[in-house]
Each structure stands twice: as C-alpha cells, then as structure tokens.
C-alpha cells in the first residue's frame, strides 16, 4: 500500500498551510486583544477615580449673602466680605441660637476674634453653602452648558470647579458634609495600624522562615520533620485563607477574647479604650499581623534562599556557630529582600478593608487616634464608607481618598525597588 | 598511641545520602605536615570523603556517615564531639571562591574574632595575609570588599581567613580549579610553603597537579556495581604516578580511562 | 616568610586535659535559647490555624445548638402548679405540634402528647426549673437551627428562624462564576500572549501592568464596581432591567481582580515548558498557534488548572467588591441584574453594625465564616493536589 499518498498533493498542501496560518494570525489577534482588554481595564480604573475627584459642584447658600447684608445692615450695596468685626458679630448675634453662641464664646470669646475668623463664621454658620449637585470631569468638560443652566434654575447657587483632593482634604478631619471632610483621622488611623502590623508581624515572620529554611532542613528526628513539613504546609495554605476570616479571628480573639489587653485595660490605658470595647488600633494592627504573617514568612524564605550556599559553608568551616553563620552572614544578605518582600506585604496589608470591618473599625471618629488603644478608622474604611453612600458627593471624597491611598502604596513599592536596587549593587 | 605520625585516619567509612551509598568502606591515613592528595574521575566521592573529615557533611540534610574519622586518635564522629570545635581546627578551602561580602580585613578578621581571638588583630590580619602570600597585593585596600579582588587573590583570601584561625589541618576542595593557570601556580608554591606547618589535604582532578604538589595521592574510583565511590590505591605521590600497583590506577593516570 | 607565632584560638590537649574533652559538644545557651524562639515564630502559624478552627467550631457549635423562641400567639388558658404535666392552652396563635420544645417564662419543656387544647408535657427541660405558671402567660415554641435546614432552606431572615445558608452561597458562586468567565478567557489569553508571542519590551510593558492591577486594593475595585461597571451595565442593558446593586458588575470586577492572578500563575507554568518540546513541534511543520495549544499549553495543563482553582477560591472569598456592589439583603435569585448579597458580603454588613456578643447575628457570622474557610481552603489543597500530582515532569 502506498501511504504516501494518504497526505495532500502539493496544491492542496499549500492551500492548507494558508489556511493554518490565517487561523494562526487570527488567533494571535484574538490573544492580544484580550491582552490590550486587560490593560485597558486599568486604565478606565485609574481614569473614573481621576475623573471623581475633580470637577463642577452646584454650590447652593442656604441664605444669599446679599439677603444678609440688606437684612442687618444700612449699606445694603455692600458685598458681604467688606462688612466690619462689628457687623459680622451682629448677624451672628441675631442668626444663630442661645446655646450655639455660647459654645462659640466659650471656645473664644466673639469679641476676641479678628475679622477674617468672624467673616468665617458667618459663612458657615449663616450662609451655609452646601454642594448640591456634584458632576465628574467628564461630564464638567462636555456638559458645562447644562450644569450652568441647571445652577441658574437653582436660588442663590452658583457653579464652581472643585478640586476634591486639596490640602483641606488630606489635613482635614471627619465631617458630615462630604466638602469640609478630611482624611487626616482616617490617614493617621492607617499609619498606626500598620505599625503595629510591621511590629508584630517583621520579627515573627522572619525568625519563621530562619527557622524554616536554616534549621528545619537538617533536622533528623522525624516527627520534628514532620512537624516542620506541616508548618510548612499550613502557612501556604494560611496565605490562600480570606482576608475575611482573619477579620472573623480578630473579632472572636482581639476583640473579645483579648478585650482587656486590646482595650488597654490592662495596663491602666483607659482613655477612650472603655467605649472601644476592645475594638481598637490594638486589634486591627495584631489581626492584620496574623494576615500578613503567612506572606512575609514565604517572602523571607525566598530570601534566605537566595543567599548562596558557599557563604554558609565558608563561615561553618572557620568553625561559626549556626547562628554566628545566620546573624553574621545570611540575615545581612538577605535583608533587601526580606525588606522588599515585607514592603509588599505591608502595601497588602495597608489596602485591606473587609477584615477591618469585622473587627469593628469606627465609621465616623473625628479626635485623631493618640495610641493603640484608641478607636480607629482608616483609608480604606473611609473609601468603603464613602463609597457605600448614596450622594454623589461622597463618591467624589472617596476618589480623592482613594489617590491618597494609591498615592501611598506607589511610594510604598517604589520605595521597596529602590531598596532592591541599591543594596543588590552593593554585595557585589 | 598514633598520634604523632598520622594526624588524620579514616576507618570503613562509608557516607550515604539519604539511601544512596556515594562511599564505601575507605581506610587510609594521612601523614602530618605532609600534604594528601584525593584523585579520581568525578563522582566518586572525593568531596564526600573531603567534607565527612571536619564534618562538614552534617550540614547536608540526609547525609549520614558511617565508619570512624580520627583525629589524633580521637574520633570524630563520638556523639560526644561537638562538630563546631571540629572546625575550628580543621579549616577547609573551597572550590569556588566564597568570600564574605565584607572587606579584605573582615574576611580574615571574623573567624579569630567569632573564636575568641584577644591579641592584636592588625597583626593577624596581616601575618595571615602575609602567608596566604596576599599580603603585598592587597596591604593598602584591605577595607575594599574582598569580592573586588580577581578569582586567584580572593581563592588566596579564603587560604588566608583559613589560617587566620590556626586549624592544625586544611582541607582543599579544588582549590584551583576555578582558577587561571597562573593562579593556580600561585596556590601550588603557597600549599608547599603551608604544609610545612599544617597538614594539608587537597581534592584535585587535576593529576599534574597532584603529581607537582601531594606528598601522599589516594585514587578514588566509583564501583561499577553499586556506583559507591570507594578507596583503589593509596600510596606515596611518586610510587603512584610511576608504579601504581592498581591496573585501574595505572589505566587512569595514563588517560586510558576516566 | 615570617615565622608562625605559635598561638591557638582552640583550648589544645595537655597531658591532664584530654583530646576529647576539648573537642565535647558544648551546651551553647543562646543558641539554643535562638532555636528555640525561631521554632516557636514557626509554630505560630500553626496556632492561627488552629485559632481559626478553633474559633469558627465553637462559635458555629453554638449557632446550630441554639434554640431561638418564636411566639405561638397562645396563651396558658389555665395556671399550672410546678408538678403539673398537662397544660391547657388558648385556641389562637399556630398549633404546637408533638415533640417541639416549648418555653413559658423561664422554664422550657417538651411536648409529648396533644389533644385540642391539653398539651402534655414534660417539666424543667435543658437544665430549666419546674415553676408554677399564671394564666395567659404567652407560650414560645423554641426552633433549633439544623444543619440540613443550613444547607437547603433558601431563605436567610435569622430574625424569624429561617437559617438557609443558600441564598448567600448562590449569590457567592454566582459573582464567582461571573468572575471566572471574565478572568479566566482573559488572564489565559494574556498569558499565552505574554510568554508565546509578545517581545521582550512589550512584556517588560505589560508584567507591570499586571503588577499594579494586583496591587490595587479590593475597596479600589468595589468603587470601580459601582461607579462604573454598573452605569455600564445599565446603559448597555437598560435601567430596568438591572438593578443599582447587581450581582453581574460585582462579578466582572471580581474577573478583572483576579486576571493578574491567573495570567502570571498560567505564564509561569507556560514558560516552565521546555524550549525542547516547542522546538520538536515546530520541526514537524506546526505552526505557532498548533504549537501552543496542542504541545505547550497541554504540557502546562497543571499549572493552569492550578491557576483557575486559586482564582475560584480568590473569586469566593472576596469581599469588599460584593459589599459594596452586589447588594444589602440576602436574595435567592439566578437572575445576575438583581441585587443579591454573598456571604462575604453578609458578614461585612453584619459586623460592621453594633454586634453584640452572643447574639444569633454575631454566631451566624461564624457559621458562614466556617463554610467560607472550608470552601477555600478545600479549593486551594486540591489546586496544590494538582500541581504536585499531574505535573509533567521535564529535566
Ligand atoms: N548533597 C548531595 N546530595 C545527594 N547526593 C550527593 C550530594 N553530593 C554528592 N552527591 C553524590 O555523591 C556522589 C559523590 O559525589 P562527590 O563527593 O561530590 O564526588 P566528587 O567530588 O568525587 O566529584 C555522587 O554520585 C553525587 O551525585
Ligand atoms: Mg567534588
């Protein structure tokens, strides 16, 4: 039989390879579209959160200010910013209430404040402007007609261009109006959690992954090996535990189980501890250590690794301890990427929300937090509140929170290549 | 008593690695102030045999050794001996350079210090350098890092922090094989100074080298039954290299084989 | 040469003093003290593990054994003494059926027999005290949550004892499903993009992207999610047909998060193919694509598969995208426009309330926790199962 000629003449053949070739190219296109689709989706990310934070806001006054100068004043022409102290101390005498007056004294006597801080009063207090209509960027750049129109049909309102994200916004502390809150609170909540976090959490982790990888392998009793192959195990499978259920261990462990050392109870530390309950800076920053544990500990076993095997030899052979050789010799080397691998980690664990939430983060404090028995927000907890409400101008504080919070975390990465960098330039 | 010829003695070593045997059943003696050479095709085990002397093979996990290694009649492998003491008197050099990635003095400084060293470090340093014959190529950087300097010098350096701490024998892994020719003959003329104080062993699979340096040559060869490395023929470097009595060693040495 | 200063750093042997004494074992303190901290760091991980479970059993324990009291809307119709086995009760409210457990005041007891209105019973049940009882006082009939109620009612409402765990896990695998349709033709598209096809700087490009895509927190994409996706979604398929809080944006978000996920576990497993076995293909005539997906991408079947359980087990336990988008409020529904809340999002928006201890919420919280923690851990054993055991192996 000729088997040969089981296979495609030559014309045939060429026809074929074309064919496989079209199917080849057009898969090719299919592959980088998907490809092109994934970065794209990054950008529309990064766009729509840009694109929240700026742009037109309806701002509405409560009472016009020309209403205002007419009603308490004999020069009814003049605009509202020329009044005199006195003026200003008149329209808040006669606009605002007993019990208000008297806070505002006793804070600073009216008589005692200068003219600019008595100008601000009566704006806030009297005049209230309140953004009434906020709009995206987007909508700011092709539909500014409209938006003008829209003001127009609205008393006393006037359009303004808003930048979200200022140094009001980042200096600023809780408020419930979205256009005087801040995240200052939220800001200060987030790098003392992370403290803890790195404090707790850098030592364990590394003198884990030492013992992993240093004095795990040469262990020769076998149910001591078997033991360590567990550990082992166990912390890859913890890094695939949801962020979530570390939040549920918070609660049950920090929160209740802990509550008089979390609260800081047990060392005196009573201050606003007694009405957080244990649900404090303490609890979040510790349940976050345990999250991120699992990931600094592969981090630095990768590390340590990564020190070369002759290094370790050379010092044993001169006669070294095991730790002589570790102190001395491998934790130096491996420190740039234990410090970049902890970096990430940290970035991880400054981006966590779902697990803060469970331990009882506050949704609205406005004292900062002075210790870690304080009650705490965070970013990420403003972000998700803000989010989570249904005005639209708190989408826009939750955009510029949200840069805030990227801002943070690039700085946090670059940060951590830079370190790579220039310590692995200097061991060679 | 042995103890003043033979400063090392070997004993039906065998070593394993996890079940595999790589060496089985080797005896032998090294002489002191004499230096040893360790022949034979790679993978017979010569390393093996190298390392399971100051015990270096305990830092392999699975690795196990079987058999005596005595040290002036002491044996090593009593669970009573601790195998970091070990080291500190039988220092080893090898294959590759490793220096730490510290400076030229450091490197020769740490070992004396981690072991207690209280008299004057400069003059360590020095006197170390000075014998590993590195001292004149290095005496105005020695704060640069000992990574800067070329493969022979820091293979020098490693010689050097080797004898800073005073081991009474130096094990060599192939100590040239990573170097230039050039190198190499630098290392060659140190080990002949050295051994008039140390007790010097050396793996080479280099045979001039063994024949140009070794007082003493053991060939090693692999059975080819249970791929165990094992001892064939050990004798003195000349009675070796003109009249092996081992037909193996004789078709090895002369290239038919290996 | 200079002469060698003889000195030695190591105590040396001397007539009185042995050779093995000064080679024996010393006892090192520190580092033994050293060891034994590195060891215990280790150990560490081993108690969260077991914390979790320790914490999810008891408190999931306490969720099925407790019995939560509904009103019958009966009263007693007569009083009882504290030795009286048979109760008369009210016509009204809904009928006590044999067995149930009822509880007047403090006291609980079990019904064993029922005849128009007499119940009999059996006094001081659950460690309760036999006390006499006053007319009209109103009878509770108590409900324990069973397990197989947990698995298969398809309401969640706590407050009036409906404990189906269904609707919450079918709103889970829904925004999962919905997930991995998008990540997973995605992330193995860019994959196969990125370590068959694109050069050395378009990669050098695009691994960075993926690198911040997965690093942008979870709460970044549940404001995407809302914010975005589902204008998109309803401009697309019309305001009434889906809902503000939707199941599907939830689940194309979650698909985008895990896409980094996928892509470089899949790239990794594409690349760790060897040149060999490409180079064997493309002698025989195949093209690039027959090379890749009937040679390569065979050979990498592991570590994909890999890849797409982590996304799964990733998709399942993520949480603040379905809090925010998916919606408030348990719904049974297959319809992917409604809103519908997952368990992560369940326990979100129970926590982030004023919880009590003890509570039916605060222990319900454990139970899906507990489901949730097997899901995922189940999923991530079986992909490491996978790896270990259907890797191809190649020297
Ligand atoms: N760390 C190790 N683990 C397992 N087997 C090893 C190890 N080191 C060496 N071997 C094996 O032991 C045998 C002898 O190796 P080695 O002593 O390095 O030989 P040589 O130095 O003569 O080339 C070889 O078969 C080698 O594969
Ligand atoms: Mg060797």
């Known amino acids: 039989m000729n088997r040969v000629s089981t296979f495609p003449q030559e014309s045939q053949l060429r026809r074929l390879l074309a064919r496989r070739k079209r199917i080849g190219w057009l898969w090719q296109v299919v592959f980088l579209l998907a490809t092109i689709l994934v970065v794209l989706s990054l950008i529309v990310l990064l766009y729509n959160i840009v694109v929240g934070a700026f742009g037109y806001v309806i701002v509405q006054d409560k009472v016009s200010p020309q209403e205002i100068v007419q009603t308490y004043t004999d020069t009814p022409e003049a605009a509202l910013h020329t009044l005199s102290a006195d003026q200003y101390r008149f329209i808040l005498e006669q606009n605002l209430s007993k019990g208000l007056l008297r806070r505002l004294n006793s804070e600073a006597p009216l008589t005692e404040r200068s003219r600019e801080e008595l100008y601000r009063l009566v704006v806030e207090r009297v005049v209230k402007p309140r953004v009434v209509q906020s709009y995206s960027l987007v909508d700011s750049i092709f539909e500014r007609d409209k938006i003008f129109a829209e003001a127009a049909a609205l008393p006393h309102s006037r359009v303004e261009f808003r930048r979200w994200l200022n140094l009001d916004f980042l200096t600023g502390k809780q408020a419930s109006v979205p256009e005087l809150a801040g995240v200052r609170t939220a800001l200060l909540g987030s790098l003392w959690v992370i403290a803890i976090t790195v404090v707790v959490a850098l030592p364990l982790g590394v003198a884990a992954a030492i013992y992993l990888e240093e004095y795990a392998a040469v262990v020769a009793n076998p149910w ?75 981090n ?60 009882g983060a506050s949704t609205f404090i406005t004292i900062d937090p002075d210790g870690p028995f304080s009650k705490f927000t965070t970013l990420t907890i403003q972000i998700y509140q803000w989010t989570a409400r249904p005005q639209d101008e708190f989408r826009n504080i939750a955009a510029a929170a949200i840069i805030v919070l990227l801002v943070l975390l690039l700085t946090l990465n670059a940060a951590a290549i830079l370190l790579r960098n220039r310590y692995s330039r200097r061991l060679v | 008593m042995n103890n003043g010829t033979y400063a090392i003695e070997l004993q039906n070593l065998n070593c394993y690695y996890e079940t595999f045997r790589a060496v089985k059943d080797v005896n032998l003696q090294v002489k002191r102030n004499r230096i040893t050479a360790f022949i034979g095709p790679s993978g017979c085990g010569k390393s093996t045999v190298l390392r399971a002397i100051n015990r270096m093979n305990d830092l392999i996990p699975g690795a196990r050794v079987e058999g005596q290694v005595l040290f002036k009649g002491q044996n090593l492998y009593d669970p009573a001996v601790d195998p970091v003491e070990v080291r500190r008197r039988i220092g080893m050099v090898f294959q590759k350079p490793n220096p730490f990635p510290k400076s030229i003095y450091e490197n020769v400084a740490w070992g004396a210090r981690i072991n207690g060293f209280k008299g004057n470090m ?109 001892l064939v023929e050990f004798n003195e470097t000349g009675k070796i290299f003109t009249n092996p009595t081992d037909r193996r060693t004789e078709d090895y040495i002369t290239g038919r084989f290996g | 040469m200079q002469k060698l200063e003889s000195f030695s750093l190591v105590q040396k042997e001397t007539s009185t003093n042995t050779l093995l004494n000064t080679l024996r074992c010393r006892l090192r303190p520190g580092e033994l003290a050293v060891e034994a901290f590195l060891f215990l760091a ?116 706590p407050q009036i004892g409906n404990f189906g765990v269904l609707p919450l896990l079918n709103a889970t695998l829904m925004t999962s499903a919905i997930a991995m349709l998008v990540a997973l033709p995605l992330g193995l598209a860019a994959a196969i993009y990125l370590s068959e096809y694109a050069g050395p700087r378009t990669r050098s ?42 199941t599907a944006s939830a689940g194309i978000v979650i698909g985008i998060l895990v896409i980094p996920l996928v892509s470089s576990m899949s790239e990794d497993a594409l690349s760790a193919v060897p040149r060999a076995l490409r180079e064997a293909a493309y002698g025989l005539g195949a093209t690039r694509l027959e090379t890749v997906l009937q040679v390569v991408l065979p050979a990498a079947a592991s570590g994909v598969t890999a890849a797409f359980i982590v996304a799964i087990s990733r998709a399942i336990g993520e949480t603040m995208i379905v809090a925010i988008a998916a919606g408030a409020g348990p719904n049974f529904t297959f319809n992917p426009f409604e809103a519908a809340e997952t368990m992560t999002g369940h326990i979100v928006r129970i926590s982030g309330g004023d919880l009590s201890y003890d509570s039916i919420d605060y222990n319900s919280i454990f139970a899906i926790g507990l489901t949730l923690f097997a899901l995922t851990l189940t999923l991530n054993i079986i992909s490491r199962y996978v790896v270990a055991h259907f890797r191809e192996e190649y020297e």
């Open chain 3, 42 to 157: 280790a150990v560490i991980s081993i108690f969260v593990t077991i914390g979790i479970v320790y914490v999810l059993g008891v408190e999931t324990w306490s969720f099925f054994g407790r019995i939560n009291w509904e009103d019958t809307n009966k009263q007693l119709a007569q009083p009882v003494g504290p030795a009286d086995t048979r109760l008369v009760v009210t016509e009204s409210g809904s009928p006590i059926p044999v067995g149930a457990i009822i509880r007047l005041d403090d006291e609980i007891m079990q019904v064993t027999a029922v005849k128009g209105n007499q119940l009999a019973v059996q006094r001081g049940q659950e460690n309760t005290l036999p006390a006499p009882h006053k007319e009209k006082l109103d009878i509770y009939e108590g409900e324990r949550v069973v397990l197989w109620e947990f698995f298969t009612e398809t309401r969640w409402e």
């Open chain 2, 122 to 230: 400069d003059e360590l340093v020095e006197q170390s350098l000075r014998e590993a014959a590195l001292w004149d190529e290095v005496k105005d950087k020695l704060h640069q890092s000992g990574l800067s300097l070329s493969g022979g010098q820091q293979q020098r350096l490693c010689i050097a922090r080797a004898i800073a701490i005073r081991p009474e024998i130096i094990l060599m892994d192939e100590p040239a094989s990573a170097l230039d020719p050039i190198a190499t003959l630098k290392i060659e003329d140190l080990m002949r100074e050295l051994v008039k104080n140390y007790t010097i062993i050396i793996v080479t699979h280099n045979m001039q080298q063994a024949a140009r340096v070794s007082d003493y040559t053991a060939f090693f060869m692999m059975d080819r039954a249970d791929r165990a490395g094992m």
């Open chain 1, 300 to 359: 630095a076993q990768e590390a340590i690794r990564a020190v070369p095997q002759s290094l370790r030899q050379a010092s044993m052979g001169l006669g070294a301890t095991r730790w002589q050789t570790i102190w001395h010799h491998v934790l130096p080397s491996a420190l740039p990427g234990i410090l970049t691998g902890t970096i990430l980690s940290v970035s991880r664990a400054l981006g966590e929300t779902a697990p803060l939430v469970v331990v």
């Open chain 1, 224 to 298: 001591l090996r078997r033991l360590n192959a567990v550990i082992q195990t166990n912390i890859n499978n913890l890094a695939g535990v949801p962020s979530i259920i570390y939040g549920i261990l918070g609660l049950a462990i920090f929160v209740r189980g802990l509550e008089a050392f979390t609260s800081g109870a047990a060392f005196g530390a009573t201050a606003d501890g007694a009405t957080a309950n244990g649900r404090t800076i303490m609890s979040a920053g510790l349940t976050l250590a345990l999250l991120i544990l699992p990931i600094i500990i592969i």
């Open chain 3, 205 to 246: 490009i695009l691994k960075p992207v993926l690198e911040v895509l997965a690093g942008i927190p979870t709460v970044v994409y549940g404001y995407f999610a809302l914010t975005f996706m589902t204008p998109l979604l309803r401009m697309i398929f019309g305001d009434d047909v889906v809902q503000i809080y939707n």
